[in-house]
């Protein structure tokens, strides 16, 4: 399914007279000079931001120049299309404002750049752990904004007070209508390197996702094509785990318990004692060819969810 690119706030004659600053993910617009009655346009690469030069003016972050002319300063919506307007970006830090012009401040996000075509924004992450004591591990965390500071650091899987990290509902949501898929990514409990991806398209329901609310299942498939390893699936909360339904390690050639047990999370409540995060459900099948030992073979790995 394609969506269309969220647009800026302001008009098409202004997006094309501004110029992208990458390391903000911002743009520099026309900037009008009050001593002089001549107006400046950002240069690729000058910052838009409190008390730096844009051009020759000063643009704080309401878009406005610091010493009182006119001036814009225009913020991308996405890492989507942060890359869309600035081909070659890095992987990194970058500042975007899902709701543009509306109320909600704009934040910073860790934008992959490089893999599966680039674009992708970090909406959440589950840590990695080896051992007890075991996180808090709530039904519905996704749509809820915690722990953000972690989802700068695309490695930051360890040491962590709290299972969940997440940009919430109240950030992404108005960025979803843009969204054409969900990348899932699991990352070995045992080798940070070790990883297996699936990807799951993306539509209202999102916010229902790792809760027990119904919602519709969407296409789950194990490459970006969406052409390999495809079935319906949902994210729903059972009482006891999550199932991420379509996600097996089968699919990248990895021997899963039962045949049919996809990847899952625990609850809150469940009664067991098992480390927190994610299970591969290989438990120590092919010599543990999926690194993950914490404690009974097969828990503690963790989890990036990116959007594109």
């Known amino acids: 399914m394609n969506r ?5 706030a302001s008009s098409a004659a202004l997006l094309l007279a501004c110029t992208l600053d990458v390391s903000l993910g911002r743009l520099a617009g026309t900037d009008s000079d009050d001593a002089g009655g001549s107006s400046s346009t950002g240069a690729s690469g000058e910052v838009c931001g409190d008390g730096v030069v844009q051009g ?8 406005d120049d610091a010493d009182g002319c006119l001036g814009i300063c225009e913020i991308a919506t996405s890492c989507r299309q942060i890359l869309g307007l600035a081909a070659g970006a890095a992987d990194g830090v970058y500042t975007i404002d899902p709701d543009g012009a509306d109320p909600n401040a704009a934040f910073a996000v860790y934008c992959d750049m490089t893999s599966d075509g680039g674009g992708w924004t970090l909406l959440a992450k589950v840590h990695r752990w080896h051992a007890p004591p ?7 965390w996704l749509a809820v904004e915690h722990d953000t500071a972690a989802l700068l650091d695309a490695l930051s899987y360890e040491g962590r007070l709290t299972a969940n990290a ?6 992404m949501d108005p960025l979803i209508a843009s969204v054409d898929l969900a990348r899932f990514t699991l990352i070995a409990e045992d080798d940070v ?31 970006i094509e969406m052409r390999f390893n495809c079935t319906p699936g949902e994210i729903r909360s059972t009482g006891e ?10 699919h990248h050639d990895y021997t899963d318990i039962e045949g049919n047990l996809p990847i899952h999370v625990r609850l809150n409540g469940d009664g067991y004692f098992y480390p927190s995060a994610v299970c591969s459900s ?6 543990n060819a999926w690194h993950d030992d914490a404690i009974d073979g097969h828990w503690g790995n963790g989890l990036e969810i990116w959007l594109r």
């Open 4 to 8: 269309p690119v969220r647009a800026f």
């Open 56 to 63: 020759d003016e000063q643009c704080d972050n309401a878009g």
């Open 134 to 140: 075991n996180y808090d591990e709530p039904p519905g």
């Open 166 to 171: 997440s940009h919430g509902e109240a950030r």
């Open 193 to 223: 390197l070790q990883r297996a991806t699936w990807f799951k398209e993306v539509d209202a329901g999102i916010w229902a996702w790792f809760s027990s609310a119904e919602h519709a299942a969407t296409l789950v498939c194990s490459d």
């Open 241 to 250: 785990r999550t199932e991420l339904e379509g996600m097996f390690l089968s």
């Open 282 to 287: 290989t438990e120590n099948l092919d010599d």
